[in-house]
């Protein structure tokens, strides 16, 4: 079955980068399908960071964008976040996961469907 | 700030059923699909429902979802211990530019 598995440093020092990977298993990102990012404070609700397809192609969350970079790597099968000068704010258990993106007669469509376990960063000097 | 406004809460008895309520504007749930997710303490999000009201593979005819205009629905019916979770509604938003929003949660209690 399709699993997908976070990785990166759990602690990054404010006014740096995080990076995150996402490995995917029993699934070819060329096949198809967009890779998403998610994040979640402590205690709070679920925030998109942005998706990517394996062309490249990628979509942002406008409140982020600026600070947000997501690439894919279809030989590792794996995709990955940048997000720079970090704060606190930033704290957050962070998802990985994969949804399709389309247009149907009742609107735009792409539900996230499979999802990595999560990984929690947390912003501290 | 999230775009799509749930209850904070809702509660019913084992057996009894809950409706959770999302409200958005025509940029999100008024013109594109959306889906329901289910996530349990201290776990990932769960797909319960896409495309509005179509359930995964796996998942129960007890939860279903609907959409009118602006809003959407979810509803749990035979209540179980079970399905005390968060519950997030989300669709994409097509205003200025695409991207996905979700909703502000609501946490479902079985009294």
């Known amino acids: 079955q399709v699993q997908l598995q976070e990785s990166g440093p759990g602690l990054v020092k404010p006014s740096e980068t995080l990076s995150l990977t996402c490995a995917v298993s029993?699934?070819?990102?060329?096949?198809?399908?967009?890779w998403g990012w998610i994040r979640q404070p402590p205690g709070k609700g679920l925030e998109w960071i942005g998706s990517?397809?394996?062309?490249?192609?990628?979509y942002y969350n406008p409140s982020l964008k600026s600070r947000v970079t997501i690439s894919v790597d279809t030989s590792k099968n794996q995709f990955s976040l940048k997000l720079s000068s970090v704060t606190a704010a930033d704290t957050a258990v962070y998802y990985c996961a994969r949804h399709p993106l389309g247009i149907a007669a009742g609107g735009g469509y792409g539900a996230f469907d499979i999802w990595g376990q999560g990984t929690m960063v947390t912003v501290s000097s | 700030q999230s775009v799509l406004t749930q209850p904070p809460s809702v509660s019913a008895a084992p057996g009894q059923k809950v409706t959770i309520s999302c409200s958005g504007s025509?940029?999100?749930?008024?013109?594109?699909?959306v889906s329901w997710y289910q996530q349990l303490p201290g776990t990932a999000p769960k797909l319960l429902i896409y495309d509005n009201n179509k359930r995964p593979s796996g998942i129960p005819d007890r939860f279903s979802g609907s959409k009118s205009g602006t809003s959407a629905t979810l509803g749990i019916t035979g209540l179980q211990t079970g399905d005390e979770a968060d519950y997030y509604c989300g669709t994409w938003d097509s205003s200025l530019s695409v991207f996905y929003v979700f909703g502000t949660g609501t946490k479902v209690t079985v009294l």
């Open positions: 029993g699934y070819s990102i060329s096949s198809g399908y967009y």
């Open positions: 025509s940029s999100n749930i008024g013109n594109n699909y």
């Open positions: 990517i397809y394996h062309s490249g192609s990628t």
